[in-house]
């Protein structure tokens, strides 16, 4: 018994001496789970094109996988991306078009786990967004090279209805005509109008003579007292959304990153057939060009191809447009029910065509100008004025 209390004492001390001896359960176990944060791109953001997620983490041990899980939250397709990460750090690269994720709402959740089964899980809401704005104008109903120019006044406006998942910016470039009509090469710019925060409905004053009418004089020129002509004008149309681009490298950066998906073309209401303009609204438009549309959706006439609208809307695609601005825009009148038109200059009240017998009418059509402005009704009368023959009022 002394002999052993001997050893006990010699390997105490010699431990102590020493200190190569270890008590206990072994080496550091881990026990705690991973920290993972996301850092780019930002919560809510609005995405386009191949992106990349990225972020930091941390762990007391050494760590097994970093998984993304992209769900939509309208379908409930989901993909799934295996991280490449380094010491600190992890990065998921989504490409939308190789990896058909179709435009919509998804919650990006990513899991982090360690080689002891440890997991944390974060999530962060996006919305990806690879199309760009439909626009459809009534207004200005002429496209370039046609017989007429839309007529405006004293204001110019576009109008019709638009469709984005997101935010949508209407950018309006209005061009002298220039030499060649069949050609952009001698167009002069004369304005640029940017809309903000545009509306499904579209009623957009772009030039506006009484409020703002030092624009209006850079795109018509002087405004006259006394007579004004008709001046020919183009316009071109270019819609962005809100979307970003979030680029996978600091050597795949653009100065375009902050700029939305972009198109300058536009659609006419009258390019498209009526039995096209009763089904598809400009949001099934929207959903056809980006893949999304789903018949089952609501009733739509199954009897047209979806092939055959995209065809059509491919091939009615409008670059430029074409108005006019004469801010002699005043009410007009004409008088009919008589034998032959009225004259205004040459007038002869002894011809047959002005006598009026007994009984008989004649009807006076108010326009209202190019604006298209509201008449007051208290507004109008007619009144009878004695005069000669040649319309020289006494």
């Known amino acids: 018994m002394k002999r052993n209390y001997f050893y006990v004492l010699f390997w105490v001390f010699f431990c102590l001496i020493s200190g190569s001896c270890k008590i206990g359960l072994g080496e550091a176990i ?13 919560e809510g953001a609005v995405i386009r094109d191949k992106f990349a997620i990225k972020g930091t983490y941390s762990d007391d041990g050494k760590i097994k996988s970093i998984k993304l899980d992209l769900n939509n939250l309208v379908t409930g397709q989901s993909s799934t ?18 990896d058909g994720v179709k435009d919509g709402n998804y919650l990006a959740n990513i899991t982090i786990t360690d080689t002891y089964g440890h997991s944390t899980q974060v999530s962060s809401p996006y919305t990806i967004d690879n199309t760009a704005p439909v626009i459809i104008l009534s207004r200005p109903e002429s496209k ?22 997101n935010e949508i910016e209407i950018e309006v470039q209005i061009f002298d005509k220039g030499q060649a009509e069949d050609s ?29 009418p030092a624009e209006y004089e850079k795109v018509y020129g002087e405004i006259s007292t006394d007579k004004n002509e008709t001046k020919n004008l183009y316009c071109k149309i270019i819609a962005k959304d809100s979307s970003k681009r979030f680029p996978v490298s600091e050597t795949e950066i653009l ?6 998906n972009v198109i300058e073309t536009y659609y006419l209401e009258s390019e498209f057939e009526e039995v096209i303009q009763a089904s598809y609204s400009a949001t099934d438009l929207y959903k056809l060009l980006n893949g999304t549309f789903e018949t089952s959706e609501r009733h739509v006439d199954e009897s047209i191809k979806i092939e055959d609208i995209q065809k059509l809307l491919n091939e009615n695609k409008i670059s430029r447009g074409q108005f006019s601005l004469n801010p002699a825009n005043n009410p007009n009148f004409e008088v009919t029910n008589f034998n032959s038109p009225l004259k205004k200059d040459g007038k002869d009240f002894d011809g047959e065509d002005y ?40």
């Open 184 to 212: 952009t090469e001698s167009e002069v710019l004369l304005l640029t109008k940017t809309l903000n925060n545009v509306n499904r409905s579209i009623e957009l004053t772009v030039l506006d003579a009484k409020n703002e």
């Open 355 to 394: 006598k009026l017998t007994r009984g008989s009418s004649i009807t006076v059509k108010v326009n209202s100008g190019l604006d298209g402005t509201y008449i007051q009704g208290k507004s109008l009368g007619v009144y009878v004025i004695e005069c000669d023959k040649s319309g020289k009022c006494k």
């Open 255 to 260: 100065p375009t990153d902050n700029v939305g």
């Open 81 to 98: 991306y295996n991280a490449e990460f380094t010491k600190d750090s992890y990065s998921f690269i989504v490409d939308p078009l190789k």
């Open 144 to 165: 370039k090279g046609s017989d007429s120019f839309d007529m405006f006044g004293q204001e110019f406006k576009i109008e019709g209805r638009a469709h984005d998942d």
């Open 30 to 42: 881990d026990t705690e789970s991973p920290k993972i944060n996301i850092t780019s791109p930002y």
